[in-house]
């Protein structure tokens, strides 16, 4: 996984820099697109990824906690 490819050090500070971005597209009511990144463009889509299906999880869970 890309995890272990990439070290934890790296990859938390890729999640941030990706969750950070993703923010302030929303909140400039941009797209939400997934980043190029030129040093590691697999890894940086893996991790958008990531945080698109978390944010998914987030709202399932929003909806599901409105309907109870």
Known sequence: M???RLGSEV???LYENLKEARRQRRDAGGEDEAVNLQDQPDEGFQVDQLLFYEEELLITHLIILMVI
């Open 2 to 4: 890309f995890l272990r």
């Open 11 to 13: 990859f938390q500070k």
